[in-house]
């Protein structure tokens, strides 16, 4: 049993579809989801906004790693395409594990690469904080503390005034 919180990302394309697809995709262990958010680009300025939605899931059968490939799945059937000469440029869907937690709610740790959790750059992003506090007011982001102290500090909190929320867009809806 595991539960994880995965941060969903789109700037191409059918940018609401994309997120709403990945979501029914992610299937009954979504147990809760986000409001969307327009975003400024974070980490390469020279692209189109973005939408970003936070899910909460859960599933007496998945390991860590499982939410990692469920997470590809759903990146794969948006048919994204990775330019390795632009780590964080465009894409039709991005979907990160932010965080999991074991059975017993304790935090799952790990620093291989192909799984880093909690992920290595969740705590610089107001588009991931934002809409999780919107989830889960008392979240906290494993080794990083509260995620309503983390978006009042520097970093996120330079962003997060650039964040607008879409509530004309949902995820409740599936295709
Ligand atoms: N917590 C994690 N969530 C998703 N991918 C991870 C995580 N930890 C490590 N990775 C690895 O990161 C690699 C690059 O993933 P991806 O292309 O989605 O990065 P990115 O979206 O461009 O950047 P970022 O991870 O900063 O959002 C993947 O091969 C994946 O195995
Ligand atoms: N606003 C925003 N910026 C990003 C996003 C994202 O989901 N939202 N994902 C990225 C991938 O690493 C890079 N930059």
């Known amino acids: 049993m595991t539960r994880a919180l995965l941060s969903l990302g789109s700037n191409l394309g059918d940018r609401e579809q994309h997120l709403r697809r990945a979501v029914s995709r992610l299937g009954p262990g979504v147990v809760s989801r ?5 975003t400024p680009p974070w980490g390469d300025a020279d692209q189109p906004s973005y939408l970003n939605a936070v899910v909460l ?3 007496p059968e998945a390991e860590p790693r499982d939410w990692l490939e469920r997470a590809r799945a759903a990146e794969a059937e948006a048919e994204r395409v990775r330019d390795p000469e632009r ?6 869907l991005d979907v990160d594990v932010i965080a999991v937690w074991d059975a017993g709610g304790r935090p799952v740790l790990s620093d291989d690469p192909e799984l880093t959790l909690p992920h290595p750059r969740a705590h610089l992003r107001a588009f991931v904080l934002r809409p999780w506090l919107d989830i889960e007011p008392a979240a906290e982001l494993p080794g990083h503390g509260p995620v309503a102290a983390l978006l009042a500090a520097p970093g996120p909190a330079d962003d997060v005034a650039g964040l607008t929320p879409r ?6 809806l599936s295709v």
């Open 167 to 172: 509530p004309d867009l949902t995820l409740e």
């Open 57 to 59: 899931v859960a599933d």
């Open 87 to 92: 780590r964080f440029g465009p894409r039709t």
């Open 34 to 38: 986000s409001g969307i958010y327009e």
